[in-house]
């Protein structure tokens, strides 16, 4: 054990190796890092974040405020509490100034996700918990019992406490493994439960394997999260050790009392060699004592209260320690450590030093009432304990134990069997006659705790080193700085100061803020209140969060039938919505300009093609769905011919237009409306909606059938010869076949429904097939080797020369059909649409409403970027700058021979022929504003 | 995460639905005859009560039917759930 200075005479277990700061320790099995580090000594284990002074454990638990670490090794893991970090061989860490670097290589790691339900979930396995949980899971209850700890006992762990006359952890272990061997109960180790939402929805995330290092077994998720949904949950979660704000808190060797005695009893390490207690209360004696036993010299206990326990008194008087009541501690003092204590009677009096390695301190201890608060429960300030506990809740939750302000270990013992007995009675089970508790030892009378919060300081001190929030680096200077700017709410004071904002979410600081805050301001800290508790409760990882979602499941990708040809022959894809789109299918050589540029020459000279599978496709049937779609479209579609083909604009009831496509009639009752990509589930909704909540009486229903039919577009003056020879038992005159109609015939032996709509302006067609023959047409219309494949940019390019509006890109959300240009497709005839009303509207009929209209830049290589907004002047004037629009789509055309954009801009048809600029980097571009149809505005081209 | 009591399937995780907004706001019968303020109202002014509250939820992860919930905006309480057409029930 020359190792390790500071361990205890006895302790056994495997040695651990591990590297802090670079430098090579040992510790023992069960360690955390914390107690390794304390056990060689070390004391100064981070700095802190604004100040840079040296910072040592402070506590046992998840509540440390100091010690921040990163794992190095195995894997990178930033802002870990050094308290929590279980050792294991071969740990690489570090202290931490504060923050963390995050990992820079990716995670190797799995993590994985649980849904369970129970009767009963009880938080902590401490003496509450595991008394609820018993009465609960006996009765045969369901019970999940979690605990942030890898053993069960909680408190127990930490002292030496005996139950049924054996050790307090040893009773805890036996009766947590006899619960797990009932068939309904889980028992969650190392699980933070951190979140606690409506209905009993709890969230908890455990730790599998962080604690073995670099043997976790691959195969097991390294962190999983719980989503429980219980019918009751009992909140066992204890209390955390406040401290005191006096000067030099934050010394490395300053350490709540009770996080002493867990190190002394459970880690089996001397956290010092001749300590100083101060405390407000009895239950630092406890640990004192402990610490004497163990080989600590108690130089002295400082107690604020004139009359400390009596039987407190004697015990102390017994081993001969110095018990000085009504003193304060004044000040820690030392060289980036503890080297003595400075003590003063309360009032006036002569202070003195005390040589000391160690300062204890317990300002008393406060309830975890976290989750009982983020489950809505209200709170109240208990005299006694100097601390707020759980009032009123609606959720069927409760809380047990200290964590509604039971002190005893008896009382909690039972008051966790009551909690057990109402969560049977709540869940629905037979509540037994009786419960038993297992015996405990009698505690020494307690007197009561004086609620000291802060340390008074000579007149020329500015408490700028009494410390509230160690992390965050906020001390009494602060808060009153803060409370002299005016700031009367902790909420806004910690949002001035940052108290309680850090890590650990000021579980140690939190009150101590508060009350500090009250004093400054002359009130009752119960009347001033808390700051609100959020989840999480303790850090969580976000690849914990992430879980399997990540990597290619992070979203579902959706590609067409044709997608593996698409990736073979080299196309660059393009998300839309989830789907995979080519984008453009570049030659070796090529660039995307290039690559574009020839596809667009080819669709407009000679024949092209492109997957236009994803279009959104909705089966409209029933006896009313012509009257339905002539409510949801601003045009007509009652009157369209079985046989033929309808575009048509929807708009939401504000007018502004929603979605567009065609509608093709296959027969009297039923249509297929055709939907953008990206809008294809919102227009089934939209529909489902209308027809459930305003129209029930309609005989229509909606199924969508976007993937069982695979489109191809053919595109190009000669589209029709190859049509022609694709599909010899079709008709394909522009006779037999005119524009906006649709026709079956098997096109390549496959049985298809052919339609003639053109989204480029050009002869073209759109064949449909059934999915599973998508790549077989496909490859059939490929076959001749004459045909280009067209993607995504080029179909873009090739409608803007057209001036077809994108519903989303050329509009979004703000934009009438009026304001597209496209007053022709509003019914006049029509009674009323969904939107009609609105067209009527003072504001979709102003003068100056954005327009939609071409832009030509004067330099014709010039191309703007989308989102550009447009300007009257050639130089901007001072801002603010009024914009009069802004470009929605900007492409180079082929067929123009050089750039071109779309844009919205007020009054623009009106400015049609003016000059307006626009900025492209530094400076401002001279465009001319023309109509929005700028290719074949007569529609020339579209029967070939 | 609400547990919502869908009146067709049962009680499911809020995250299976989709929030429609206040209940009873009806299309008017004869848009044309609104002065533009009416039409104004029904489509931009909804209440935001502190308490109980008519409401539209739409099953959308389950059997895609909307419904109505009265539920208390400030605890989250849901007094009643019914189906669309029936008028909203008396709650506590």
Redesign the interface.
């Known amino acids: 054990m020359s190792g390790q200075p500071y361990r205890r005479e006895g302790a056994t277990g495997k040695t651990l190796r591990f590297r802090f700061d670079g430098r090579d320790y040992e510790g023992l099995e069960g360690d955390t890092l914390a107690s390794a580090l304390l056990a060689n000594g070390v004391r100064a284990v981070a700095s802190s974040i604004k100040l840079g002074r040296p910072r040592g454990v402070y506590a046992a638990g998840c509540e440390e405020p100091n010690a921040l670490v990163q794992i190095e090794e195995p894997f990178p893991e930033p802002m870990l509490t050094a308290t929590t970090v279980e050792l294991y061989d071969g740990l690489v860490a570090t202290g931490l100034p504060g923050q963390g670097r995050l990992a820079d290589r990716p995670d190797p790691a799995r993590y994985d996700a649980v849904h369970a339900h129970c009767d009963v979930l009880v938080v902590g396995a401490g003496p509450a918990g595991i008394a609820a949980a018993g009465v609960a899971a006996r009765a045969g209850a369901r019970v999940i019992l979690a605990d942030e700890r890898p053993a069960p006992g909680g408190s127990l762990l930490g002292t030496t406490e005996t139950l049924d006359g054996r050790p307090g952890h040893e009773w805890a272990a036996a009766e947590v493994a006899a619960l797990e061997a009932l068939p309904e109960v889980r028992v969650l180790r190392r699980t933070s439960v951190i979140g606690h939402y409506d209905d009993n929805y709890v969230i908890a995330v455990e730790r599998r394997t962080n604690h073995l290092g670099a043997a976790a077994p691959a195969h097991v998720a390294r962190e999983r999260v719980w989503r429980i949904r219980a019918k009751r949950v009992v909140l066992a979660t204890g209390g955390h050790e406040r401290f005191v704000a006096f000067a030099g808190n934050d010394l490395p060797g300053v350490m709540l009392a009770g996080a002493a005695r867990t190190y002394v009893n459970h880690y089996r390490v001397l956290p010092g060699r001749r300590a100083v207690v101060f405390t407000t209360n009895d239950s630092a004696y406890a640990a004192a004592l402990d610490l004497a036993d163990a080989g600590v010299e108690i130089a002295a206990i400082a107690d604020v209260r004139q009359a400390p326990g009596e039987t407190w008194a004697a015990r102390c008087a017994e081993r001969g320690i110095e018990l000085l009541t009504g003193h304060v501690v004044t000040a820690a003092l030392g060289e980036g450590e503890v080297s003595s204590v400075r003590v003063a009677p309360r009032g006036d009096g002569q202070a003195r030093e005390i040589p000391a390695d160690l300062l204890l301190v317990s300002g008393g201890w406060t309830p975890v009432v976290h989750l009982f608060s983020q489950a809505g429960g209200t709170l109240r300030y208990d005299e006694g304990l100097g601390a707020f506990v759980p009032g009123e809740i609606r959720q069927a939750v409760e809380a047990a134990g200290f964590a509604r302000g039971v002190t005893t270990l008896r009382g909690c013992l039972e008051d966790g069997a009551q909690a057990g007995r109402r969560a049977l009675a709540a869940a629905g089970f037979a509540v037994p006659s009786e419960t038993s508790v297992p015996a405990a030892e009698e505690e020494p009378a307690a007197a009561p705790a004086e609620h000291l919060w802060l340390v008074e300081a000579p007149g020329d001190d500015d408490y700028g080193a009494h410390f509230v929030d160690l992390q965050r680096d906020v001390t009494v200077a602060d808060v009153l700085r803060a409370v002299g700017a005016g700031l009367s709410s902790v909420e806004h004071v910690k949002r001035y100061t940052t108290a309680g904002t850090a890590h650990d979410q000021g579980k140690t600081s939190g009150l101590l803020t508060s009350a500090v805050v009250a004093h400054a301001l002359g009130v009752d800290v119960g009347e001033l209140g808390t700051t609100t508790f959020r989840a999480p409760y303790t850090p969580v990882s976000f690849a914990a969060l992430a879980g399997r979602d990540r990597g290619h499941l992070h979203d579902p990708i959706r590609v067409t039938a044709m997608h593996e040809w698409h990736v073979a022959h080299g196309a660059r894809f393009e998300n839309v919505g989830q789907w995979k789109r080519p984008w453009y299918y570049p030659r070796p050589g090529e660039d995307m300009e290039a690559a574009v540029l020839r596809e667009c020459r080819a669709a407009r000279e000679d024949v092209a093609a492109m997957d236009a599978s994803t279009l959104g496709k909705i089966d409209v049937v029933g006896p009313d769905a012509a009257v339905f779609l002539d409510r949801l479209y601003t045009n007509m579609m009652s009157t369209l011919k079985v046989g033929s083909i309808r575009y048509g604009v929807m708009c939401r009831a504000d007018g502004m237009v929603f979605d567009d496509g065609t509608v093709i009639r296959l027969a009297d009752d039923r249509f297929l409306v055709t939907t953008t990509t990206g809008n294809a589930a919102a227009v089934l909704d939209w529909m489902e909606e209308w027809l459930q909540t305003e129209w029930p009486d309609l005989r229509v229903s909606c199924t969508s059938v976007t993937e069982q039919w695979a489109t191809v577009a053919l595109v190009g003056p000669r589209s029709r010869e190859v049509l022609a020879r694709l599909a010899p038992g079709l008709a394909v005159d522009n006779d037999s076949f005119p524009f906006m109609t649709w026709r079956e015939a098997e096109v390549a032996g496959i049985p298809a429904r052919i339609c003639r709509i053109s989204f480029s302006g050009e002869l073209a067609y759109e064949i449909n097939v059934s999915s599973w023959y998508g790549l077989a047409l496909w490859e059939a219309v490929m076959a001749s080797g004459e045909v280009t494949p067209y993607g995504t940019e080029t179909m873009h390019v090739l409608r803007a020369e057209k001036g077809y509006p994108i519903v989303g890109q050329d509009t979004d959300g703000t934009v009438t059909p009026q304001d597209l240009g496209m007053e022709w497709i509003v019914s006049k005839k029509k009674a009323d649409f969904i939107g009609k009303r609105s067209f009527a509207r003072a504001d979709t009929s102003r003068p100056d409403r954005k327009q939609l209209v071409g832009l030509l830049p004067e330099d014709p290589g010039v191309l703007l970027p989308e989102g550009a907004h447009l300007v009257e002047t050639s130089s901007l004037p001072e801002p603010p700058v009024p914009t009069l629009g802004f470009v929605t789509s900007s492409y180079r055309s082929a067929a123009l021979g050089r750039t071109f954009a779309l844009a919205l801009v007020s009054r623009g048809r009106e400015r049609i022929g003016e000059r307006l600029y626009a900025p492209v980097g530094a400076e401002l571009v001279p465009v001319t504003v023309t109509s929005h149809v700028l290719y074949d505005p007569e529609g020339a081209r579209r029967d070939g | ?3 919502i009591p869908c009146p067709w399937c049962g009680p499911r ?2 995250a299976e639905f ?1 929030y ?1 907004g206040q209940a009873h706001i ?3 019968d ?3 005859a ?1 002065s ?1 303020e009416e ?2 109202r ?3 002014f909804r209440d935001n009560p502190k308490g109980p509250f008519a409401e ?1 939820w ?1 099953h ?1 992860a389950g059997c ?3 419904f109505n919930v009265v539920r208390d905006t400030a ?3 849901i007094h009643a759930v019914y189906r ?2 029936e008028p909203r029930p008396v709650t506590a």
């Open positions: 995460m609400l547990l995780d809020e989709h429609g009806a299309y008017p004869n848009p044309a609104l533009d039409w104004a029904y489509l931009f539209r739409s959308t895609r039917r909307w605890t989250n309480e669309v057409g």
